[in-house]
Each structure stands twice: as C-alpha cells, then as structure tokens.
C-alpha cells in the first residue's frame, strides 16, 4: 500500500477537479479568479477557524467581531482567541429576536 501515491497522484486531481466544477456551478461571472480564491476543507471547524484566523490577522486582533449567542460552541472561542474576549461580541438571539419571532408567529396563526 502507497499511501502517499494514493494523495498525490489520484485524490489530489479528484480534489481540484471538484473544487473546479464547484466554481463553474456557483460563479456567474470572473470564474478565473474564484478558482483561486475557493478551497474544500475536511470540516467546518477547519473552516471556520481559517476565515476567522484570517480576519483577525487582514484586521488585527482590536478589530470587533460578531456572532450569535446561539451559534457553534467553537466558534465563540475561535472569535475570544483571535480577536480577545472584549472584541467578541456576542448577539443575545434567545433574549432579544426569540420573542419578536414567537410574537410574529402567533399572530400569522391567528389570522
């Protein structure tokens, strides 16, 4: 077994294939350039962890980031460790839009 020859010769073109074909199906114009900007990653968090890390580091790290007190665990922390826990600023979902949407809700029920 080859492991190594299995990465470099066959998943790797299969990988830039489907990176490829996934640009010609969202991209509606300046397709060249897309298809050096698009990655796959093996997860979200991996992911996640990229565009934040590389907010904080285009920004530094006193720029002000923002996200939903009802989002992925990870993600608040990856925000409190590039950016500092005085610039993660957390959006309290369940305290301020919950009710507005409950609202709004019961009374498209009613009508």
Do not use: W
């Not at 790797?12 to 796959?40: P, Y």
């Not at 991996?46 to 590389?54: R, Y």
């Not at 907010?55 to 990856?78: E, P, T």
């Not at 460790?81 to 979902?93: M, Q």
């Amino acid at each position: 077994s080859q492991p190594l020859r299995y990465f470099d010769r066959y998943l790797l073109n299969h990988l830039a294939h489907s990176a490829r074909s996934l640009v010609d199906f969202v991209a509606t114009e300046d397709k060249e350039k897309m298809r050096e900007s698009i990655s796959l990653v093996s997860n979200v968090t991996g992911g996640m962890n990229a565009v934040i890390g590389g907010h904080a580091r285009c920004h530094g790290n006193s720029s002000k980031v923002f996200y939903f007190d009802i989002g992925y665990g990870s993600n608040k922390k990856m925000c409190q460790t590039y950016h500092g826990k005085e610039n993660a600023i957390e959006i309290p979902f369940e305290e301020d839009f919950l009710p507005l949407l409950q609202r709004i809700q019961s009374t498209s029920n009613t009508e």
